[in-house]
């Protein structure tokens, strides 16, 4: 799951409808991309940073591919 993009649609009041209308795109494109389902294309990723005003590359971090254990520190 892509948690910073989730965190950032629901910070910003939004629903995924929204954000997928704003995408020009079906709601379940925009759930597999939040769900980390989906890559997107960079447009996509580009207006997402836009409308967040969050790096895209923070909103593209995977929880599953990010390890918080010491041995990774």
């Given amino acids: 799951m892509r948690k910073n993009l989730k ?3 629901q910070k910003a009041g939004m629903t995924q409808k929204q ?9 379940r494109h925009y759930k597999a991309l939040e769900y980390g389902e989906r890559l997107g294309s960079i447009k996509i990723w580009d207006r997402l940073e836009d409308l967040f005003n969050i790096n895209q590359r923070k909103l593209r971090e ?3 591919n990010h390890h918080d254990t010491k041995e990774n520190l």
């Fill in 7 to 9: 965190e950032a649609r």
């Fill in 19 to 27: 954000v997928a209308e704003y995408l020009n795109v079906m709601e």
């Fill in 62 to 64: 995977n929880v599953e």
